[in-house]
């Protein structure tokens, strides 16, 4: 999983701003990277994270210069795209064990392990299809 964060750190690295100021410049690439590894941490372990893309450019895209935002969502959008679909086709294979995610009848969502490519766990099973129905799958 860091992996994932990682590269997606190496690639906007270099456009970071940099003010000349060496401890300044590190305490803003560790912010991009936290940034980095916290997005693709929710992505993996809550299911109902939205638009994780939009959450990332919205808490990085200060660190860049204007003309260079929308090459960073570009960015943020592509390998974003890629870890949410490893996330949904291969969990296991990135060391990622989904939750499942139903909601209990008080509303709490379900603690339960997620079946790789459903999102749902086994008590939980029918609900792929109903969500699916609700969003005209
Ligand atoms: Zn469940």
Known sequence: ???FSR?????????????????RDAAERQHVLEQCELVIQRIATEPHFKDPERFLFKAI?????FQDQRWVRQVIDRRLGEFK???LEDPEAIGVTLNCAAYS???????KQAIPGLGFCEAH????GVEAEAVGV
Do not use: H, Y
Not at 125 to 128: R, T, Y
């Open 1 to 3: 999983m860091n992996k």
């Open 7 to 23: 590269n997606l750190f190496r690639e906007l690295a270099p456009a970071i701003v940099r003010t000349g100021n060496p401890e």
């Open 61 to 65: 895209r200060t660190r860049f210069l």
């Open 85 to 87: 679909l490893l996330v």
């Open 105 to 111: 009848s008080r509303g709490r969502p379900c603690r």
């Open 125 to 128: 099973q029918d609900w792929a």
